[in-house]
């Protein structure tokens, strides 16, 4: 309660000294700004496009192409979503014995959102000199899988490191594991689709 | 004091934030995190330029060129050049986030009515105009193995105690929820149909802008024939910004 | 309001304090810097140095992981590996790892297996080089800090899958972290590329994996 009366007496005082400030500062320039804290450059989200090789279970193996954006929510946490998709060719088994689906359904299409730990947080050397953000982390959370006509409930759990190239360019490799259930071959059963990605982003 | 206000008032894009230090100290670490090293220590009445910031960090110049993080919670007990306290609340967690942005998302499970058993997630956008009240869109999906559903909510968002670190959070929403049952033999009452729901909640600021938010939530789904009455359990997390 | 007027309060308390505590800060409070002589401590204090590959060159380790093979599922995988530091830049490994691979989806649905129990092992040899993209420090909360490097590896390697014996090549990274002087900690993503002819299809295979490992610096 005494917090809440300190924050409406300092709003309060802010305000008119802002006003004041503006008022005088209207003499001398005509598009005036006051230095305030909200006027600072922020860091706290990147957004960014991720290539990758996915093993779908059962399957081969295929190219992904993904996006991403992420919030950088404390020096520990971190939110992000992504989606991605490939293309499912035959598999073996299809080759032999029939496409089990087709069309549309071969497409494999997936989007999360997950939250990130920094286990490490670190600083990288190029070369020897000037040093760059880098971290180790995990990340889990929940999505969504379209493949095979079917849509799965997906938990995403992986491990991937990043590091910066530039003050605002961070490079992420990223090991993910969808796990979800599925009957596209017959038989009920969680299936786990290991993905290695490659990803750039920027940071705004 | 003025001289300040004036040259920076030159050049209005780029504004430099000045502020002077009024902790014994401030410490300049290497990078955002309490973990880098701190390398230098900017002592009482220096003043600072604030460049930019990540969250819980700023990345500040001392009057000497070294540049580097300090924590946030040191650099709002610090002065504008005015004389007045930088406006940087360093904590109270949901007290602050008046007129902040919210995005999260949460994952659950039905344990009760038509649907148990089904997992769910969904994903929310929100905005908070009062500290203690925030409007969410929710836009969520159903799995069950022959069941798939997706729901659509518009919610109101009670948290009246937002300063403490955990806080309780009353939800009460409205919306549309559309179910297909994949083959055409479970017994469920509904295909699409409107619904309202109501839940408790505890809100766990895990960071300034960063929460845990775990619960339970109620729905009465308003058939042709009769009110289908759903509950679920969720977990979830959403950040402000 | 109130929280300025108790900073005005606490401020000079805390100034104070640190007089006290911390002489070597005290120069810059006060006000006459003339009277100030700076006495510099006659004794170099010695770094604190993390652990690091300085001396040793070997490392021998295991590391226990996943594999997830084509038109099969993931499996765990387990190995164990040697690695030879040839100078800070490069590293030298050999390697042999083995995973058992559970029946596939269509195995099950058909009722027959298409490999026997001998062939369902999944044996991999080998020889990497690796590249030392960068180096640094990994801090594990404000207490913990920790040498660490990324390499980027690549090699040649034998598969024994399904009978038959392939020759593939493998590329990756390991991320390395030096938790005490003779122990270091890895994090490995590798992707296994072979051809391998199944089922009548012959096909470039990639088969992920990911490991953690743990070695003996020597």
Do not use: C
Not at chain 2, 94 to 121: C, H, I, P, Q, T
Not at chain 2, 157 to 184: D, R
């Amino acid at each position: 309660m005494e917090y809440w009366f300190q924050r409406i007496l300092l709003n309060t005082k802010r305000t008119i000294i802002i006003l004041l400030m503006t008022s005088t500062q209207l003499a001398y320039s005509s598009e005036p700004t006051k230095p305030d804290a909200n006027n600072i450059d922020t860091e706290y989200f990147d957004a960014g496009i991720s290539l990758g090789i996915l093993n779908i279970e059962d399957f081969g193996s295929e190219f992904t192409a993904g996006v991403n954006l992420t919030f950088n929510a404390t020096e520990n946490f971190f939110m992000q979503m992504n989606y991605l998709q490939a293309n499912a060719d035959e598999s073996s088994f299809e080759l032999s014995q029939g496409n089990l689906f087709s069309g549309g359904d071969r497409n494999f299409k997936h989007y999360d959102f997950l939250v990130g730990y920094n286990l490490f947080q670190g600083e990288h050397f190029f070369s020897e000199g000037k040093a760059n953000l880098s971290s180790l982390y995990v990340v889990a959370g929940v999505g969504d899988t379209e493949f095979g006509g079917e849509g799965s409930f997906t938990y995403t759990t992986g491990i991937g490191y990043q590091f910066a190239i530039q003050r605002s360019v961070i490079i992420r490799l990223d090991f993910r594991d969808y796990i979800y259930k599925t009957n596209i071959i017959g038989e009920d059963k969680t299936t786990h689709n290991t993905q290695l990605g490659l990803g750039i982003s920027y940071l705004f | 004091m003025t001289t300040l206000i004036f040259s920076a008032v030159t050049n209005a894009q780029e504004l430099p934030l000045n502020l002077k230090v009024i902790d014994p100290y401030i410490e300049l670490h290497s990078g955002p995190g309490a973990g880098y090293p701190t390398f230098y220590t900017i002592e009482q009445g220096e003043d600072v330029t604030v460049l930019t910031r990540r969250t819980g960090w700023y990345e500040v110049k001392a009057q000497n060129g070294k540049i580097g993080w300090a924590v946030a919670s040191q650099v709002a007990r610090t002065l504008l050049p005015t004389g007045e306290p930088v406006d940087l609340p360093s904590v109270s967690y949901g007290d602050y986030l008046k007129n902040s942005w919210r995005a999260g998302f949460k994952m659950g499970r039905f344990n009760d009515g038509g649907l148990e058993g089904s997992d769910v997630f969904s994903f929310s956008l929100g905005y908070r105009p009062l500290s203690w009240l925030g409007m969410e869109i929710e836009d969520g999906k159903i799995y069950k193995s022959e069941i798939k559903g997706n729901f659509q909510a518009i919610n109101l968002l009670f948290e009246p105690f937002s300063q403490w670190k955990v806080s309780p959070v009353l939800t009460v929403g409205t919306g549309k929820i559309e179910i297909e049952s994949q083959p055409e033999l479970t017994p469920l009452e509904f295909d699409k149909e409107s619904f309202t729901s109501f839940g408790l909640s505890a809100n766990y600021y895990l960071g300034r802008n960063f929460v845990l938010k775990a619960g339970y939530q109620s729905y009465i789904v308003s058939t042709n024939t009769d009110n289908e009455r759903l509950a679920q359990w969720n977990i979830g997390f959403n950040a402000f910004f | 309001m109130l929280t300025q007027i108790k900073n005005v309060f606490i401020a000079p308390l805390l100034g104070l304090s640190y007089l006290l505590v911390l002489p070597a800060h005290a120069d810059v409070q006060t006000d006459d810097k003339q009277s100030v002589t700076i006495i510099k401590p006659s004794k170099k204090m010695t770094k604190a140095k993390s652990a690091a590959i300085d001396t040793e060159s070997f490392e021998l380790g295991i590391y226990l992981g996943s594999i997830s093979i084509e038109d099969f599922g993931t499996n765990q995988l387990s190995g164990i590996s040697f690695v030879y530091h040839i100078n800070p830049k490069f590293i030298a490994s050999v390697s042999y790892a083995t995973s058992d691979i559970s029946k596939a989806t269509f195995e099950d649905v058909i009722g027959s297996d298409f490999l026997s129990k001998d062939d369902r092992k999944f044996d991999i040899t080998q020889i990497q080089a690796g590249y030392r993209l960068f180096h640094g420090r990994s801090f594990l909360n404000a207490r913990h800090k920790y040498n660490s490097q990324l390499y980027l590896t690549a090699g040649i390697e034998d598969i024994q899958f399904a009978g038959e014996s392939h020759t593939g090549l493998v590329i990756g990274s390991t991320y390395k972290v030096v938790a005490t002087d003779w122990l270091t900690l890895d994090l490995n993503l590798k992707d296994h590329l072979f051809e391998r002819d199944f089922l009548s299809d012959k096909k470039l295979t990639n088969n992920l994996e990911f490991s953690i490992g743990l070695n003996a610096l020597f």
